[in-house]
């Protein structure tokens, strides 16, 4: 598994979606699971943007690793963003036995989150709901991170900034240079 962390705006979607496509791996982001979901109450999380709790965050990813049994490698969005979601994850018996290859952060300053995401325009892009998601955002990384790192891990960060092509192609460097491909 490849674990992709950034805020919301940082081009995780696009640049896991790309990769997947590229390397024929799957892209699983929980953000994108919760936008689908019908239940109410995370609908009404969503809008505030605060994280949805971590047993319903549990649910979506043991069924979407559950249907990805024949799948090479996962490219994990969104996933984890607490500690007690990083540990569910390095348990076997959750993860189904699928290493954390590598975790790639996405750096992108605040001011161009929030152009990228005033384009974008969705409803959960107020710019006061995207403050809050970032700030959100910095008190659980710090934690999953020293965690990641903790557990020997490789932690990867790259600037996020430039064209979807130019962060597109420092990832598969990356990647390549650690032989994940
Ligand atoms: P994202 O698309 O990754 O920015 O996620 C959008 C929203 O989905 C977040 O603001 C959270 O409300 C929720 N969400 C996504 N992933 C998680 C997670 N791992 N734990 C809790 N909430 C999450």
Redesign the pocket.
Known sequence: MIVFFG??GAG??VQGQMLAARLGWRWL???????ESDDPEVKE??K???????E??FDV?RQALNNSVDVKRLII??????MA?AQWLMDDKNSLGREVAMVIVLEVPESVIQERLQLRGRA?DKPEIVAR?MN?YRQEMYPVLSYFADKGIKIVHLDGTGTVGQVHDKIMAELEYNELT
């Open positions: 805020p919301a995780k979607s982001s929980t953000g994108q699971m919760f936008r999380i969503l505030t943007g605060e994280l949805i709790s971590d319903k965050t990813v969005d969104g996933f984890p963003r607490t979601q959960q998601r959100i």
